[in-house]
Nanobody
Framework: QVQLVESGGDSVQAGGSLRLSCAAS????????MGWFRQAPGKEREEIANLHTVYGNTWYVGSVKGRFTISRDNAKNTLYLQMASLKPEDTAMYFC??????????????????WGQGTQVTVSS
């Protein structure tokens, strides 16, 4: 049973930084996608970044490109999202997600099957 546990959400002022973590457990293989999604009140959930655990391909939505960095510590099975230059519009619940076994190609939103419980990020102006 795959489990994802996020941490690191907090309240910060605009321009600040945060690092979110997502500890993954239960995988019996090493090739899959991991990503970060967010959902603001009254809005649909959006995918903001993803990577492949073996190939290292990364993808970012335009609104966070250049400000957020997704990475993974393979030894710790932990996914990170380093967020810088935070804006009030980044305020949302942030979710970690992961796919089933996937080899090759790029990760897409439809790949994600497992979800964490979410961690809240609030950015004040």
């Amino acid at each position: 049973q795959v489990q994802l546990v996020e941490s690191g959400g907090d309240s910060v002022q605009a321009g600040g930084s945060l690092r979110l973590s997502c500890a993954a457990s239960g995988y019996t293989y090493d090739r899959y996608c991991m990503g970060w999604f967010r959902q603001a009140p009254g809005k649909e959930r959006e995918e903001i970044a993803n990577l492949h655990t073996v190939y290292g391909n990364t993808w970012y939505v335009g609104s966070v490109k250049g400000r957020f960095t997704i990475s993974r510590d393979n030894a710790k099975n932990t996914l990170y999202l380093q967020m810088a230059s935070l804006k009030p519009e980044d305020t949302a619940m942030y979710f970690c997600a992961a796919s089933r076994w996937k080899d090759g190609g790029y990760c897409s939103q439809d790949d994600f099957h497992y979800w964490g419980q979410g961690t809240q990020v609030t950015v004040s102006s």
